[in-house]
C-alpha cells in the first residue's frame, strides 16, 4: 500500500489552468502505475488519466485530451496532472490513485488518496 495526498485544487475561471499533485508516501511509488479520477456532485467517479510507473505511458478519457497532461517525478514520490482550458464540466472532486498493474481505466486501483476539489466558473 502507498498513501497519497492530493493539492493544488481551488477554484478557477472557465479557460483558466491549475496543476494538481499527489504526493506518495513509501520508497517503492516508482513500481506503482498512477491514475487521477474525478467525481462530480450526484455522479459516479470516472476514470480522468493514468501514467505507467516510468512515465513512458499515458493515457486519457476523451473528454480531457489535448487538455489535461499527466506526469510523474519518480524522484520527488509525486504525480501531477495539468489541466488546461477548464471547463465548468470539469467541477469535481479529484482523486489520485496507485495501482500494481497496468496503467489503464480498468486497473485495480488499490490505494486512493482524500481528493481536491476543483470548481471551474463560467
Known amino acids: 500500500q502507498v498513501q497519497l495526498v492530493e493539492s493544488g485544487g481551488g477554484l478557477v475561471q472557465a479557460g483558466g489552468s491549475l496543476r494538481l499533485s499527489c504526493a506518495a508516501s513509501g520508497r517503492t511509488f516508482s513500481s506503482y502505475a498512477m491514475g487521477w479520477f474525478r467525481q462530480a456532485p450526484g455522479k459516479e467517479r470516472e476514470f480522468v488519466a493514468a501514467i505507467s510507473w516510468s512515465g513512458g505511458s499515458t493515457y486519457y478519457a476523451d473528454s480531457v485530451k489535448g487538455r489535461f497532461t499527466i506526469s510523474r517525478d519518480n524522484a520527488k514520490n509525486t504525480v501531477y496532472l495539468q489541466m488546461n482550458s477548464l471547463k465548468s464540466e470539469d467541477t469535481a472532486v479529484y482523486y489520485c490513485?496507485?495501482?500494481?498493474?497496468?496503467?489503464?481505466?480498468?486497473?485495480?486501483?488499490?490505494?486512493w488518496g482524500q481528493g481536491t476539489q476543483v470548481t471551474v466558473s463560467s
Open positions: 490513485a496507485a495501482t500494481g498493474g497496468t496503467a489503464d481505466e480498468g486497473a485495480d486501483f488499490g490505494s
